[in-house]
């Protein structure tokens, strides 16, 4: 039809966007002892999710989750909002349902590794410091730079295209919010250019894609660095490949790692059996989370493929220096 908006498409030999570059975990799911009792990942809209912290947090609550780690991308702005004033460290917040542990998720640019997904390691830090002031300056330049990122994406869509300049204006974020793609994929379903969120970050904006934009920012080793000036525990987050990357996994431990996401939603058995038993060989903590960001499916829904022991959980709070109050073991 003249005049009407071009539309992204995925072909028939195209793969889901997440994970393409690692090992495929397609096979049987893990099976849950028990409803999780803690997501030690998952966003909310001070970064890429989709829900207000609040909103996750009740969420989550409801879900039966007793510990929730808000660990938007280069953002605490999250944590700041549901955290009484002063109370970094503290255990609960009297106004939540639930345990709150202060973290972040840092997509550390890994100039100069070969076959990573997008160039990157994505590094949680668990249970760092919101008050932490040098570490809030080193995520406000990954902020800076996420957002000069946006902006060359928006303006090299309208050249393509698929203009979402509207959208992009649109868009507010609170200040201290971490801009990235996932925005940028859910302006396009607005504008009638793409399906869904997947087929645009797929078709548009994944890496060798048109809209690709390359990532400035902290490396692996400055981005681990920093979450342990801060007092966290560095882990790096769903990274399938980690058995069959010891050298690589080798040189992060040097550089400070300190865990790794065994429990991931979306990893089948055979890959959480293997990542636990090569993080126990390691001594590297046990972690494990949703990933919640709330395209196409609620945090409940989410929840139900969640299991991360609680033993395993005690053990991110054992290297933290703190108690985790769970109650009783769920047997």
């Given amino acids: 039809m003249a005049g009407e908006a071009p539309r992204a498409t995925a072909g028939s030999g195209s793969v889901r966007y997440r994970g393409v570059a690692y090992r495929a975990t397609t096979g049987p799911r893990v099976v849950p002892a ?18 207000e912290p609040g909103e996750l947090v009740r969420a989550a609550a409801d879900a039966g989750v007793r510990v929730l780690a808000l660990s938007d991308h280069d953002t605490l702005a999250g944590v700041r909002e549901l955290c009484a004033p002063g109370a970094s460290g503290a255990p ?18 890994a100039t ?25 300056a080193e995520l406000a330049r990954q902020r800076d730079s996420r957002a000069i990122r946006f902006r060359r994406i928006v303006d090299r869509l309208r050249d393509l295209g698929f203009p979402v300049d509207l959208q992009a204006e649109a868009l507010h974020t609170e200040p201290g919010s971490s801009l990235g793609r996932p925005q940028i994929a859910r302006m396009l379903v607005a504008a009638g250019h793409s399906a869904s969120v997947d087929e645009a970050m797929q078709t548009l904006l994944a890496r060798g894609r048109p809209a690709y934009i390359e990532r400035q920012g902290l490396g692996p080793a400055e981005a681990i660095a920093a ?28 550089s400070g790692l300190g865990g790794l996401e065994v429990h991931y939603r979306k990893f089948d058995a055979e890959t959480v059996a293997e990542l636990a038993a090569f993080a126990t060989e390691l001594r590297l903590v ?23 022991p609680d033993e395993d959980a005690a053990a991110v709070y054992g290297s933290l220096g703190r108690p985790l109050g769970l109650g009783a073991a769920v047997s």
């Fill in 227 to 254: 979450i342990r000036a801060a007092g966290g525990l560095p882990v790096l987050a769903h990274f399938s490949d980690a058995v069959d990357r010891r050298d690589l996994i080798a040189e992060l431990i040097r």
């Fill in 34 to 51: 028990y409803p999780s009792r803690v997501d030690f990942h998952a966003h909310s809209r001070r970064s890429d999710g989709v829900l």
């Fill in 112 to 136: 100069g590794i070969d076959s990573l997904w997008e160039g990157e390691l994505h590094i949680l830090g668990l249970g760092v410091d919101p008050d932490d002031d040098a570490f809030e």
């Fill in 286 to 308: 046990p972690t494990g989370g949703s990933d919640y960001h709330g395209d196409g499916e609620t945090y409940a829904e989410a929840h139900k493929a969640l299991f991360v």
């Fill in 92 to 109: 609960r917040a009297p106004e939540l349902p639930l345990e709150l542990l202060p973290a972040v998720e840092i997509n550390s640019v």
